[in-house]
């Protein structure tokens, strides 16, 4: 069987991310790499947005940016700009098709389905494949999207609505997100933080209904477009093993106070690449220990009082836009930290803390 230098399990955000960086920056020149992939086809499946705090490859994908956005809480509205961190859109299909076709050029590069069709004895390995332990414990971020298209001009497409708080809530945290791509187009989303993930709050589709028609108050529309999923707001238990680096959800990637991934998969990716020489030597990446430990008391807040979500949220945003999206996008410096910190529900962060 054939042997390569590196291995990247699972050709999803993290895997394609990495092969891409390696690729351009010539890494795979003398090298050889497997991408291992289950999938049939590459077609849109997600749209990944974030703040952009720092530069990432995939300026050529961003279907949309805003400058300016919106939080909802019942009977109360805050209008913020983002004009130094532009929140973006990357639609996954041209992200697929952008980094696949680069991928193909080169020789040193394969691609196959399972991991057993290789050997991998050898190999540095890359894996993007989530070991999740059932735990009831668990929070999750699950949700579902719909990208709609009105009759008529409907949305004002220079705001977005990051949270819409003003819907029913079932003892978790659950909120609306509106990216208007355009005056006829837009994604609406239903979120919902919970331990629930049991398929029990899915009734997505007449919650989505009920917010376009009955919230938004649009009639004349057609769905064009669905995306369904869940992000684990827990690390996933995958094995640290010499000769391997768990990589995007599965390397604690994702940001687990708000599930915001993507740009962190970019900054692992770079690092990686930084370090390629090297990587089964080099430090390894994580999101800071300071953000883990703060996400950690907040959870535990999330955990215990659902019901103080909402307000929690909306006062975050009474902080300047810039402190509240470095902070969460982890580029907050102490002050900005205090600042948010000093925001939040003192004796009820305190009691998570101790208990
Ligand atoms: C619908 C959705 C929307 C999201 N939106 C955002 C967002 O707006 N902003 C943000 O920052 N984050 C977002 N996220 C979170 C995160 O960015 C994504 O989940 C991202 O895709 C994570 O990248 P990944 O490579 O870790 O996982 P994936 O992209 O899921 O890649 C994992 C890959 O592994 C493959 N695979 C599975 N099993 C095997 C196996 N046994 N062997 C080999 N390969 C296998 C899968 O087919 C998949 O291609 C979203 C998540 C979802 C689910």
Request: net charge positive.
């Amino acid at each position: 069987m054939k042997e390569f230098d590196y291995i990247i399990i699972g050709g999803g955000c993290a895997g394609l991310s990495l092969a891409y960086e390696l690729e351009i920056h010539e890494k795979l020149k003398d090298k050889t790499l497997a991408i291992i992939e289950p999938r049939e086809e590459y077609k849109k499946d997600k749209t990944w947005s974030f703040w952009k705090v720092m530069a990432h490859n995939f300026d050529d994908c961003v279907k949309k940016s805003w400058v300016n956005f919106s939080v909802n809480i019942p009977k109360k509205t805050n209008h913020l700009e983002c004009i130094s961190y532009p929140y973006q859109s990357v639609d996954s299909g041209l992200f697929y098709e952008k980094i696949n076709s680069r991928l193909k050029e080169n020789k040193n590069i394969s691609f196959f389905k399972d991991l057993r069709e290789i050997n991998s004895k050898n190999s540095f390995i890359f894996n993007s494949v989530p070991s999740i332990k059932k735990d009831h414990r668990n929070l999750w971020q699950h949700f579902c999207g719909v990208e709609i298209e009105s009759q008529n001009n409907f949305f004002d497409d220079e705001i977005f609505n990051l949270m819409d708080f003003d819907c029913e809530q079932r003892e978790s945290v659950h909120f609306f997100y509106t990216l208007p791509y355009s005056k006829t187009k837009a994604l609406v989303e239903t979120t919902w933080l919970s331990k629930i993930n049991d398929g029990s709050q899915k009734d997505y589709d007449i919650q989505i209904k009920d917010y376009i028609e009955n919230h938004l108050k649009l009639k004349n529309y057609k769905i064009t477009y669905k995306e369904e999923g869940t992000i684990p707001l827990f690390y996933p238990s995958n094995e640290i093993e010499k000769n391997k680096i768990n990589i995007g959800t599965a390397g604690g990637m994702t940001r687990l106070s708000t599930g915001y991934t993507f740009l962190n998969i970019q900054e692992h990716s770079k690092y990686i690449c930084e370090n390629i020489k090297n990587i089964s030597k080099s430090k390894k990446f994580e999101i800071s220990k300071k953000y883990q430990f703060l996400d950690y008391i907040f959870l535990k807040v999330l955990n215990r009082n659902p019901e103080m979500m909402p307000n929690i949220f909306f006062k975050m945003f009474k902080s300047s836009p810039n402190t509240v999206i470095k902070f969460l996008s982890n580029k907050s410096n102490f002050l900005e930290d205090l600042s948010i910190i000093l925001k939040m529900p003192k004796w009820t962060f305190i009691k998570a803390l101790f208990r």
